[in-house]
């Protein structure tokens, strides 16, 4: 019976609920969290979402449409955080297999956003790829690994392109490692 609960909340949050009027936000969260997911205050889920695994969603944060966390993994977005369209989660995988079949023993992944990052339309998480605190990932970009916080990161495989000043101006990776070499002078401390 739980399963067939489960199937008419998510169809309910992505036909009728689908879209961004204010009203409908608490009840697609409301849906979200009696099936299993954990889901902050404030959270606004445009939908539809898809979501097969396990998933926690902290306080005040954006999630984009056609949402999906495919496989048996775990996806935990921090708070404050905005989803873009079409952002997919791949929690399942495997690993690489003998000749007679490739697609070896299943793995299951934990993927991870940052508290007050922003994740671009159509991203992909694969592996146990996690992202910093306050960073961005463009559109398009294949998250494959861990980011740090503070950072702009874009591509297949999404690589650093720049790191990101509390202010928001993009600094090149030159200024960011000579910022960390003033940072830790200690020239200025007296004994």
């Known amino acids: 019976m739980a399963s067939v609960y489960k199937r008419l909340a998510h169809a309910a949050v992505n036909t009728f609920l689908a879209g961004t009027f204010p009203p409908f936000f608490k009840l697609k969260r409301a849906l979200m969290a009696s099936c299993g997911a954990q889901i902050g205050k404030n959270v606004r889920i445009v939908g539809p979402v898809y979501c097969s695994g396990k998933l926690v969603i902290g306080d005040n944060c954006w999630i984009g449409k056609?949402?999906?966390?495919?496989?048996?993994?775990?996806?935990?977005?921090?708070?404050?955080?905005?989803?873009?369209?079409?952002v997919t989660f791949e929690t399942g995988g495997h690993a690489i297999g003998a000749a007679g079949r490739?697609?070896?023993?299943?793995?299951?992944?934990?993927?991870?956003?940052?508290?007050?990052?922003?994740?671009?339309?159509?991203?992909?998480?694969?592996?146990?790829?996690?992202?910093?605190?306050?960073?961005?990932?463009?559109?398009?970009?294949?998250?494959?690994?861990?980011?740090?916080?503070?950072?702009?990161?874009?591509?297949?495989?999404?690589?650093?392109?720049?790191?990101?000043?509390?202010?928001?101006?993009?600094?090149?990776?030159?200024?960011?490692?000579?910022?960390?070499?003033?940072?830790?002078?200690?020239?200025?401390?007296?004994?």
């Open 66 to 86: 056609n949402f999906t966390v495919n496989g048996n993994g775990t996806v935990e977005i921090g708070d404050d955080c905005d989803i873009g369209p079409e």
């Open 102 to 191: 490739r697609a070896g023993e299943g793995r299951n992944f934990v993927q991870r956003v940052g508290k007050g990052s922003w994740i671009g339309g159509r991203a992909t998480f694969v592996n146990n790829a996690v992202v910093g605190e306050s960073s961005v990932i463009a559109a398009c970009a294949c998250v494959t690994g861990v980011l740090p916080a503070n950072c702009l990161a874009g591509g297949v495989p999404a690589r650093i392109i720049a790191f990101l000043s509390e202010s928001g101006e993009k600094l090149r990776l030159e200024q960011k490692a000579e910022k960390a070499r003033t940072d830790s002078d200690c020239s200025d401390i007296s004994l």
